[in-house]
């Protein structure tokens, strides 16, 4: 059996490599906008689901603008697990250099008070000085948990837009494009059966798509329907 070895053919979430379709164009042409300076507003927020396109958008951001990016689901690295005492913020310490507030996950905000207002101070700096921020979560702000009622009122003075690829087009569109990434040949029926067998939200699909390209390389055959079948 042939050893894999995941050799990045396109770097990773770009503005170049981010599938634009129907239930993200908005959100896309967004963080462009804000990207480029052409947007009337310098605050994003944008929502959906897992596996909508969040990350990817946000990161192509930051590299766009050299920001910094942090994802909440990091919360517990950054805190050490411990709660934080008064004095410097560690939030705050993490994005001293940046030219631009990322946030990814902010449903993940820890339920802890002084991570609240420190998160409200950050905003604040950056927001007051006219610095670009772009921040994501799964749900329109006033869903969110443990988020300051300033703050909710806040992200909705910007731009705002929803991320849904929960359309069997939309999903055909980005296995297609993460196929290519690959250097797969995707026939259209592979895709079918794909939809047929897998569910249907993109994590799952992007693994099932991991799944028979690392079996068509570890079998030495050519990506088709019956591989597919055996791969899934």
């Not at 766009?64 to 689901?73: E, Q, T, V």
């Not at 929960?166 to 029926?189: G, H, N």
Request: proline letters at 5%; charged letters at 25%.
């Amino acid at each position: 059996m042939q050893l894999i070895f995941d050799f990045p053919v396109i770097p990773r979430f770009s503005f170049e490599n981010f599938v634009v379709c129907g239930g993200n164009k908005t959100a896309y042409l967004f963080a462009q906008k804000i990207a480029t300076g052409d947007a009337t507003e310098n605050l994003l927020y944008i929502y959906g689901p897992e596996g909508s396109g969040k990350t990817h958008l946000l990161t192509a951001l930051s590299n766009a603008l050299g920001g910094m990016y942090f994802s909440f689901r990091d919360a517990g690295s950054l805190y050490s697990g411990d709660d934080p005492t008064e004095g410097s913020s560690r939030l705050a310490d993490h994005f001293a250099d940046a030219t631009a507030l990322i946030l990814d996950d902010l449903h993940l905000l820890p339920d802890n008070q002084e991570v609240r207002v420190e998160l409200w101070e950050l905003f604040n700096a950056f927001y007051i000085s006219g610095k670009k921020i772009a921040i994501s979560g799964p749900t329109p702000p006033k869903e969110l948990p443990h988020l300051d009622g300033h703050l909710t009122s806040r992200l909705l003075w910007g731009l705002v837009a929803r991320m849904d690829v929960s359309d069997d087009e939309s999903r055909r569109m980005i296995l297609k494009k993460l196929a290519e990434d690959r250097q797969m040949s995707l026939p259209d029926e592979v895709i079918d059966q794909m939809l047929l067998r897998v569910r249907r939200d993109i994590p799952s699909l992007v693994y099932a798509l991991e799944t028979i390209n690392r079996y068509a390389i570890a079998t030495k055959r050519k990506i088709g329907l019956r591989l597919a079948k055996e791969a899934l």
